[in-house]
Every structure is written in structure tokens, then in C-alpha cells.
């Protein structure tokens, strides 16, 4: 009888855990109304690649980190899964609705140009459509550096070939330029702005000339595209338009942030006295416990005898 009722007892917490568990799942996302009017307002910006393009851009700046990459509310905070059946029934007003306002932990976007936000709709709906990678096409880049008249341009052309077998320019192609740093991001941006290609596949930027390079002032510049029907393509090149670095290496600047190459000296030297102390330390410690070992057994052998 009272094994019978631990039993109802387990099961009664059980139950009671289970519901408790759903209830504060449920409360995390509570239902979020939204006004008849505000619903009902219809997307002005037409879904094309720049909108698609132009929300990607935004979403993650602002949303991915705790939307997820995908959208599936998997990022650095617990967030709404962007790709249910429940969520892509909003209609797009009722959608930007609470982009605009926000809530709780999420914050309102009433400041950003209003084109943006149904931008970032448009995108946030083509996170659900399965993209076969098969499917993609491919593009490549060139790159191309003039330094006449005094100043340094970079020109970058994209071209893919067709179905009939012709390599043929890409238009309005979203390219960015870097350089290879020493930073643990990798690369740094040379121009903010974005940059498009034109009717010939080709976009012109001017250089920046105050970038610190190697020993000898080179620089590896990088140019990538990302867009949503081609694979991510990217072409690294070297050129002399870095400012020389006297790679002195007790003087050259250095910060916690570089490789090991670049790491500060104090942080060098304190690492290898701390390592080098605590090898000293463990012989220190095996000489004593041998020094034990043979200390008892020459105390055995005198008893012994």
C-alpha cells in the first residue's frame, strides 16, 4: 500500500513538473496581439534580389544574434522561431508591426527608415524556402589595380558563364573589399559603403593609402560576393599600397588580440617564466618523493637488520 502510493505521489510530481515546464515555455512567448489596422497593411517594397538583399544586410546586423543565423531562435538569447507555419501565417503588416514596436527583450526599430523593416520582411520569409545548393550559381572575380594620376583605385570584375557556355559580365553584383590583418576577425574593410557592379560586371572604389602592410608594404586584398543566387565566391591578391612596417620585434606594436606572432613581450616572457616555474616546481616535488622513498627504505633496512 504505501509502495502504491509513491508511486501516485512520483506521478502526481511528475505531471505537475511536465505542466509547469509547458506553462513557462508558454509564457516565454506569450500571444502578441496585434490591431486589426496594423495587420492589415500590405508590403510596399516589391520582393526583388536588391530588397532580399537589402534585408540579409540588416537582419544580420540586427537580428541574428539572437534569432539565430537561420531564424530558427537558436542565437545568444532565447528568441521565436522565424520559420514556423505559425509565425509565416502573420500577414507582412502584422509582421512589422512588432519589428516596429518591439517587446520585452526585443527591442523597437521605430527609428530605422521604414523601407528597411519591410526589407528585412522580405528576407525573413525567404529564410523558410529550402535553398539546394546545387542550384546556385557560380561566379568569378577578378581583380584590378591602378595607381595612375595619384590615386589608387580598385577595380573588381564578376563574371559567370551562361548556358551557352560564354563567360558573360554579372550586373548589380554586391562586392566587398578587405585586406588580410592580423586581427582575430581577419579581415578589415577598406571602403564602409556598399559597392555594386555595373552594366559591365565592374565596380571602381578608391584605395585607402594609409593602410600599415608588411616589412616591404605589401598588402593582401581580398574581394568576396555573397548574394542569394550565386555560391559565395572570394579572390586574394597582393599589391604595394600598404604604409611599410618596420617589423621590429621588440618595438612593433602588439596587442592581446593578434596571433602569436604579435602578442605582447610581457605576455611572452610572463608565460614562459610561469611554465618554466611550474615544470621546476613538479622535479622540485619528484626529487622530494624520491628523496622519501629512499629515506624509508634505508629506515626498513636498519630495522631489518
Given at each position: 500500500m504505501k509502495m502504491k502510493r509513491n508511486i501516485l505521489v512520483t506521478a502526481a510530481l511528475g505531471v505537475a513538473f511536465l505542466y509547469s515546464g509547458l506553462l513557462a515555455n508558454a509564457q516565454d512567448f506569450a500571444p502578441w496581439?496585434?490591431?486589426?489596422?496594423?495587420?492589415?497593411?500590405?508590403?510596399?517594397?516589391?520582393?526583388?534580389?536588391?530588397?532580399?538583399?537589402?534585408?540579409?544586410?540588416?537582419?544580420?546586423?540586427?537580428?541574428?544574434?539572437?534569432?539565430?543565423?537561420?531564424?530558427?531562435?537558436?542565437?545568444?538569447?532565447?528568441?521565436?522561431?522565424?520559420?514556423?507555419?505559425?509565425?509565416?501565417?502573420?500577414?507582412?503588416?502584422?509582421?512589422?508591426?512588432?519589428?516596429?514596436?518591439?517587446?520585452?527583450?526585443?527591442?523597437?526599430?521605430?527609428t530605422l527608415p521604414d523601407e528597411q523593416l519591410w526589407d528585412v520582411i522580405n528576407y525573413v520569409r525567404s529564410l523558410s524556402m529550402v535553398r539546394d545548393s546545387a542550384d546556385l550559381?557560380?561566379?568569378?572575380?577578378?581583380?584590378?589595380?591602378?595607381?595612375?594620376?595619384?590615386?589608387?583605385?580598385?577595380?573588381?570584375?564578376?563574371?559567370?558563364?551562361n548556358a551557352e557556355g560564354e563567360v558573360v559580365p554579372v550586373a548589380g553584383m554586391k562586392v566587398n573589399f578587405a585586406v588580410q590583418t592580423h586581427f582575430?576577425?581577419?579581415?578589415?574593410?577598406?571602403?564602409?559603403?556598399?559597392?555594386?557592379?555595373?552594366?559591365?560586371?565592374?565596380?571602381?572604389?578608391?584605395?585607402?593609402d594609409t593602410l600599415i602592410g608588411d616589412g616591404e608594404g605589401m598588402l593582401q586584398v581580398v574581394a568576396s560576393i555573397q548574394d542569394m543566387e550565386y555560391k559565395p565566391a572570394q579572390v586574394t591578391e597582393a599589391v604595394?599600397?600598404?604604409?611599410?612596417?618596420?617589423q621590429d620585434y621588440w618595438t612593433e606594436r602588439r596587442a592581446l588580440w593578434k596571433n602569436n606572432d604579435y602578442v605582447p613581450i610581457w605576455l611572452l616572457i610572463s608565460f614562459t617564466g610561469s611554465?618554466?616555474?611550474i615544470w621546476l616546481t613538479i622535479v622540485y616535488v619528484a626529487l622530494l618523493v624520491r628523496k622519501i622513498k629512499l629515506e624509508g627504505d634505508r629506515y626498513e633496512n636498519d630495522v631489518n637488520t
Amino acid at each position: 500500500m504505501k509502495m502504491k502510493r509513491n508511486i501516485l505521489v512520483t506521478a502526481a510530481l511528475g505531471v505537475a513538473f511536465l505542466y509547469s515546464g509547458l506553462l513557462a515555455n508558454a509564457q516565454d512567448f506569450a500571444p502578441w496581439p496585434v490591431p486589426d489596422e496594423a495587420a492589415a497593411v500590405e508590403n510596399p517594397v516589391a520582393l526583388t534580389k536588391e530588397s532580399l538583399q537589402a534585408g540579409k544586410s540588416l537582419f544580420d546586423l540586427q537580428c541574428k544574434a539572437c534569432h539565430g543565423e537561420s531564424g530558427k531562435g537558436d542565437g545568444l538569447i532565447k528568441s521565436a522561431n522565424l520559420t514556423t507555419p505559425e509565425f509565416l501565417a502573420q500577414t507582412d503588416g502584422a509582421i512589422h508591426y512588432k519589428i516596429y514596436h518591439g517587446r520585452g527583450v526585443m527591442p523597437g526599430f521605430s527609428t530605422l527608415p521604414d523601407e528597411q523593416l519591410w526589407d528585412v520582411i522580405n528576407y525573413v520569409r525567404s529564410l523558410s524556402m529550402v535553398r539546394d545548393s546545387a542550384d546556385l550559381k557560380d561566379a568569378t572575380i577578378s581583380l584590378y589595380f591602378n595607381d595612375a594620376e595619384g590615386q589608387r583605385e580598385l577595380t573588381a570584375k564578376v563574371e559567370e558563364t551562361n548556358a551557352e557556355g560564354e563567360v558573360v559580365p554579372v550586373a548589380g553584383m554586391k562586392v566587398n573589399f578587405a585586406v588580410q590583418t592580423h586581427f582575430v576577425l581577419g579581415q578589415l574593410p577598406v571602403v564602409p559603403a556598399d559597392h555594386y557592379t555595373n552594366e559591365n560586371g565592374m565596380v571602381t572604389v578608391v584605395f585607402n593609402d594609409t593602410l600599415i602592410g608588411d616589412g616591404e608594404g605589401m598588402l593582401q586584398v581580398v574581394a568576396s560576393i555573397q548574394d542569394m543566387e550565386y555560391k559565395p565566391a572570394q579572390v586574394t591578391e597582393a599589391v604595394g599600397w600598404g604604409v611599410p612596417n618596420p617589423q621590429d620585434y621588440w618595438t612593433e606594436r602588439r596587442a592581446l588580440w593578434k596571433n602569436n606572432d604579435y602578442v605582447p613581450i610581457w605576455l611572452l616572457i610572463s608565460f614562459t617564466g610561469s611554465a618554466l616555474a611550474i615544470w621546476l616546481t613538479i622535479v622540485y616535488v619528484a626529487l622530494l618523493v624520491r628523496k622519501i622513498k629512499l629515506e624509508g627504505d634505508r629506515y626498513e633496512n636498519d630495522v631489518n637488520t
